[in-house]
């Protein structure tokens, strides 16, 4: 027998499940949270009434379901009812999937290794031969773009260089 509650925030009638009894579940028009409350023995003894307040409610088109304990679950990290088959939580941004969280780990710690480091500028401002040789064993070591990076670079360096010098002369 479905339970019935009334949203805090806007005023809407709603059925909840009785799997939702004494649990929080959130309202489907504003989402705001919602208190189910848990069956007591008074309501078990006049269910007779309340079915019958329910199919009304139901039948006027007021009331919506608040959640359906099989198509909602907790997310593990902030523990905000989600969608069953949500692979993010759409409150803490958190990834469930765990075959998608290592394929985003992977293209973060590929991004991370393609940029350009202090010592990696650094080496190609004072010495280009050698940050074209450090290049060169990126790209053949599987890090092609931050390798071409180093070498052009090491390459522009000397000429920014004269330039340069013979702005001052």
């Keep these: 027998m479905p339970i019935s509650v009334k949203c805090g925030d806007c005023g809407k009638a709603l059925k909840a499940p009785d799997a939702l009894a004494g649990k929080k579940a959130r309202c489907p028009d ?26 009304d409610l139901a039948n006027d088109g007021a009331d919506t379901p608040v959640e359906e304990a099989s198509t909602r679950k907790p997310c593990p990290m902030c523990g905000e009812l989600i969608a069953a088959s949500a692979t993010k939580c ?3 941004g958190e990834t469930l999937n765990s075959t998608v969280r290592s394929r985003e780990r992977q293209s973060t ?3 991370a290794a393609n940029q350009l480091t202090g010592g990696d500028i650094a080496i190609c401002v004072l010495c280009c031969p050698i940050a074209c040789v450090v290049g060169i064993v990126a790209i053949i070591t599987g ?5 071409l990076k180093m ?7 000397p000429f920014l260089g004269r330039a340069i010098m013979s702005i001052f002369q």
Excluded: K, N
């Design 30 to 55: 504003c989402g705001a949270v919602v208190a189910v409350p848990e069956i007591s023995e008074e309501m078990e003894a006049s269910s007779g009434r309340q079915e019958m307040d329910v199919g």
């Design 143 to 147: 890090q092609p773009a931050r390798g």
């Design 109 to 111: 710690s590929t991004l």
């Design 90 to 92: 759409g409150f803490c």
């Design 151 to 157: 070498i052009g670079l090491a390459l522009v360096m």
